[in-house]
């Protein structure tokens, strides 16, 4: 459908039906979502410095946290539409004649797409201060992304990481998590204005670094170089290296 396909693929047949469901989403339709590990959570609840408003997100979370590619209930519409203008859902059970909420929270959908039916699960946390019906509304698109990953909707961001990755399956998700921290500490090394700024980040990463494989150690390595230089290049002032705090270094 873009242009960028059309180049790829000069003469395909367009992909039409449920073979579109599992094309894979242009970036700009992936967001963000933040996803902090307990312990995380009670740092920065604990200590609001260990918190940032976060460039990638725009949320406010811990410095660490990771982030996980998903898409959001618009672009899944919008793919949904593409795909079958007359798709639909519908609860899996109604009680007093409303979608039957479990016991949880949480709520079971069918969802129709080219005349095929399939089921999903939908769940969210309640959140303080969270508007009236905001989390049901939640549940709803969390149903709708579980039952279109059904028919292989963005099923390549689903395999890198689950939505809700909880403290048991973390493990499974460490490799990627590891990827989305090198996202993360690539943003936040971008956001050092100062060589001194990007010290004190070095310093103050240094045991998320230390934590890293030797893969994603080097690309942090090699970006926190590329900024340093870019940052040295531009400094009007001389700002003295403290190459004692290397957080690289392999003894660590
Ligand atoms: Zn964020």
Redesign the pocket.
């Known amino acids: 459908m873009s242009a960028n396909n059309n180049a790829e693929k000069p003469k395909a047949e367009p992909v039409t039906g449920l073979d579109l469901l599992r094309q894979p989403f242009p970036a700009h339709q992936i967001s963000?979502l933040?996803k902090e590990t307990k312990k995380q959570r009670e740092e920065r609840e604990a200590d609001r410095s260990k918190g940032i408003n976060?460039q990638?997100?725009g949320?406010w979370?811990h410095r660490n946290?990771v982030?996980l590619d998903y898409v959001g209930h618009a672009a899944l519409t919008d793919r949904l539409l593409d795909t079958d203008p007359l798709w639909s859902w519908e609860p899996a059970a109604f009680r007093d004649g409303l979608p039957a909420f479990d016991n949880t929270g949480g709520l079971w959908i069918k969802l129709t797409v080219c005349g095929v039916t399939r089921l999903g699960y939908g769940h969210a946390a309640a959140k303080p201060q969270m508007d009236p019906g905001a989390r049901e509304k939640e549940v709803i698109g969390d149903a709708l992304r579980n039952a279109a990953m059904r028919f292989g909707a963005a099923l390549d961001l689903w395999h890198k990481g689950d939505l809700h990755l909880t403290e048991d399956t973390a493990d499974d998700a460490k490799d990627d998590a590891a990827s989305a921290a090198v996202l993360a500490a690539g943003v936040a090394i971008d956001l050092c204005k100062t060589e001194s700024a990007l010290t004190k980040w070095s310093a103050s990463n240094a045991e998320m670094i230390a934590k890293l494989d030797a893969k994603d150690k080097t690309e942090v390595r090699r970006l926190y170089g590329v900024r340093l230089e870019k940052l040295r290049n531009a400094s009007r002032e001389d700002i003295v290296a403290d190459n004692a705090s290397d957080p690289f270094s392999e003894a660590a």
């Open positions: 963000k933040p976060c990638v997100c949320g979370h946290a982030h």
